[in-house]
């Protein structure tokens, strides 16, 4: 861990590289029930994954998620595993990864940009940065 309090930022490309060279590594999608119906999610089928839906808050009050920690915990229970994690612009996943080093998960990384990337001079996201904008594997439901 470093002065961050978590292991650090990984692009949205190297987030993907590492997902598909190391088969331990878990991404973990910290949206709202909401984000992921409306927005999409990361769609890992082509490297044989799951993706880990762990909303940190909860909509429509966006509470804090009591049970984020144990959700995380039973997709990755070895505490070596590396583990990505992926909000709307990269904030929540931020204090995500916080979390779970503090709860002895030792290599904790925030998806830079996140899902949709940063606004754009229109103050819409979508269309500057993030893992939708990358071209990486996405889908909606």
Request: glycine residues 8%; negative net charge.
């Amino acid at each position: 861990m470093n002065e961050l309090g978590y292991a650090g930022d990984k692009t949205p490309q190297e987030s993907w590289a590492m997902l598909s060279e190391d088969s331990k590594c878990v991404l973990v999608d910290v949206r709202t029930r909401a984000e992921w119906a409306f927005v999409g999610v990361p769609d890992l089928a082509e490297i044989n994954k799951e993706l880990c839906l762990a909303a940190w808050v909860e909509f429509p009050d966006m509470e804090n998620n009591t049970d984020f920690v144990s959700i995380v915990q039973s997709h990755a229970p070895d505490p070596n595993t590396p583990i990505l994690f992926i909000c709307r612009s990269g904030q929540r996943s931020i204090a995500a990864a916080i979390a779970m080093t503090n709860a002895g998960y030792a290599s904790c990384y925030n998806v830079l940009e996140g899902f949709e990337g940063d606004k754009d001079a229109r103050d819409r996201r979508g269309s500057v940065g993030g893992w939708k904008v990358a071209g990486l594997p996405w889908h909606q439901n």
